[in-house]
């Protein structure tokens, strides 16, 4: 697991998306996984900053996205499809064709599950794999629990993870309660692994996943047996961690 320090959440988004633009540059065909959430924003908007300045072609990138909310359409503005096509995919070149998302709206949990395990292996697996940070140390939407999920499944999401999310909700009431997401099998098969984690509150729970042991009840402390993991954090996150 190397480390690399940022400055502050602009330095840190900077430096992540160097180094996706370096994977999509030097193998035009990458897989990309994916992630949502405020931690990934600004690294989507350099690269495409990137694209526009034709320092990047997205034409032949294939996308899997970790995870989406059960019950919400493609179509509505807090499902993770709307928040990718509106944050990243509409202003780049890719094809829409190469983009997987789950289907929220799949009744079906063991079909979906299924189905998007297969467009992983179809794939070839994913290249490089971008992570946010959990507060409660979860990646995509695997929580804490007394075991690690191997592949995609649904999984009803912690109180702490709900409460989160509320910031994006005008009502509490509407926040979904479960999600499709890929599991931590599917997570640290990629070949490269990005960690992208930001400010103060997050600096706990990067200690644990760093420097402690590895638990189920941590998800992302996982991540330590994977032989390729980068971890960019901002100063601020990585205040807690043992000199």
């Keep these: 697991m190397r480390i690399i320090e ?92 190469n983009v997987y998302i789950p289907n929220g709206l799949e009744e079906d949990i063991e079909k979906e599950c299924a189905r998007y395990d297969n467009i992983i292996t179809s794939l070839g697996g994913v290249d490089l794999q971008l992570l946010g940070l959990g507060n409660n140390g979860h990646i995509g939407f695997n929580e804490p629990s007394g075991n690690f999920q191997q592949t995609t ?21 509407e926040i979904p309660r479960r999600a499709y997401t890929m599991g931590i099998g599917d997570i640290i098969s990629a070949g490269k692994i990005l960690l992208i984690v930001s400010g103060k509150g997050k600096a706990q729970i990067l200690k644990e996943v760093i420097e402690g042991p590895i638990l189920p009840s941590v998800p992302a402390s996982i991540l330590k047996l994977h ?16 000199k």
């Design 6 to 97: 940022a400055k502050d959440y602009q330095d840190m988004s900077r430096k992540a998306a160097n180094i996706i633009s370096a994977q999509v540059i030097l193998e035009p065909t990458s897989v990309l996984g994916l992630a949502t959430g405020s931690t990934p924003v600004d690294v989507y908007k350099q690269l495409i900053e990137w694209y526009k300045k034709g320092d990047i072609d997205f034409s032949k990138v294939r996308t899997v996205n970790l995870d989406e909310y059960k019950g919400l359409s493609q179509d509505n503005p807090q499902s993770y499809y709307y928040f990718m096509y509106e944050n990243f995919f509409k202003h780049i070149n890719i094809d829409l064709q």
């Design 153 to 173: 499944h649904c999984v009803e999401l912690t109180q702490s993870t709900i409460d989160a999310n509320s910031r994006f909700f005008e009502n509490y009431d």
């Design 227 to 242: 032989q390729d993991v980068i971890v960019i954090a901002d100063q601020e996150a990585l205040s807690l961690l043992t």
